[in-house]
């Protein structure tokens, strides 16, 4: 079939029968080399269920998403004529899913072991599973201790602190990352680079919420499922390899995620709260910028001198975000109105 343009409201779901087991789908944005590593893995892991991919191009300036179809016929192409966000796109995509099942998969990520397999038994074998995620593993195959969140807290932020962290984790809720059973664990949120829901569960709690554009739509629909009764869950024995944070500047990726963290505070716990984790959160940057600047007074070799660097420019960027005057419009307090979107479908 050709490409076509079709209209739909953000709000309509055009609900495709289920005709298998799983659905996949990935959201790209500039990110076409990684699919074509993604793809493959996908399709040479994924053993004894039906599934199908779909990808939804995000508008990339880079125009090569049609490589993808080229090399790969069988997928979905659905070609957005905007930036819809990553929960716009995924949500568009979900639109056209066939499976009883749907994986938000990122595209910088590489199958390594059957793992959709296995959390998709995990999932059936659970019943108040609400999302289920996997063990992420970095480039050089270190745990990626985000894969298992909790929500945001002033607390829990400014006592953010990788060493302790990883030091005593279950203090943290990570305590299943460094367990050695590889069942089901209940957690408070999994990371949005691989949540697995079904998809009646994800239709009913609202799908992902749009007035995130990036960053915390996954709290945000963990925190739903949480509240419709259901419960989330990571699964050790399933991994998967994430190449983190390589399409987005860093100093984009820290206002774009504070943003959606104080919307996120003001969404589900207020905006009292919402406005006094935005101040704690101004203040604990200039804390750690006072620390960075007695340290950096220290002789130091290299690789430290760029850990301050890099730590330096997270929190001036926080600064950044906090005193612009556009930061409070940001976080609006109820959900957007639906407004239709247009998009050109390749199937």
């Not at 990570?174 to 239709?203: H, T, W």
């Not at 399409?247 to 206002?255: G, L, R, V």
């Not at 950096?296 to 760029?306: F, G, L, N, Y």
């Not at 301050?308 to 976080?331: D, E, G, R, V």
């Amino acid at each position: 079939m050709g490409p076509e343009t079709v209209k739909i409201g953000a709000g309509v779901s055009a609900k495709p029968e289920a005709t298998m087991d799983l659905s996949i789908v990935c959201v790209n944005w500039n990110s076409v080399e990684y699919l074509l590593e993604c793809i493959p893995s996908i399709y040479e892991h994924t053993l004894g269920i039906s599934f199908e991919i779909i990808v939804v191009d995000n508008a990339s300036p880079l125009g090569d998403v049609g490589l993808l179809k080229e090399r790969f016929p069988d997928i979905t192409l659905i070609r957005s004529k905007e930036n819809l966000g990553f929960a716009g796109a995924n949500n568009l995509g979900v639109r056209h899913a066939r499976g009883e099942c749907v994986v938000f998969l990122n595209p910088d990520t590489k199958l390594v072991s059957p793992a959709l397999t296995t959390m998709l038994h995990a999932l059936r074998s659970l019943p108040d599973a609400g999302v289920v995620g996997c063990k992420l593993l970095n480039g050089d195959l270190s745990i990626q201790t985000s894969c298992i969140m909790v929500y945001p807290t002033i607390l829990n932020q400014l006592t953010q602190v990788e060493y302790l962290r990883l030091r005593w984790p279950k203090l943290w809720g990570i305590g299943p990352l460094f367990s050695d059973n590889p069942a089901p664990a209940r957690v408070e949120a999994i990371s949005g680079a691989c949540m697995l829901m079904r998809r009646e569960a994800f239709e009913n709690v609202g799908m992902f919420s749009e007035d995130y554009f990036m960053y915390a739509e996954d709290l945000d629909l963990c925190y739903k499922v949480e509240r419709s009764g259901l419960s989330n869950y990571y699964v050790g024995g399933a991994t998967i390899v994430h190449y983190a944070g390589k399409s987005s500047a860093p100093e984009w990726q820290t206002i774009m995620k504070l943003r959606s963290e104080v919307r996120f505070c003001v969404k589900n716990y207020g905006p009292w709260y919402g406005s006094a984790f935005r101040f704690a959160m101004g203040f604990n940057a200039i804390a750690r910028l006072s620390l960075i600047a007695m340290f950096s007074v220290v002789k130091r070799d290299a690789q430290q001198r760029a850990t301050l660097k890099s730590a330096a420019l997270k929190w001036k960027s926080t600064i950044k975000a906090l005193i612009s005057p556009a930061f409070s419009s940001q976080y609006p307090t109820k959900e957007p109105k639906s407004t239709p979107k247009l998009y050109e479908s390749n199937v």
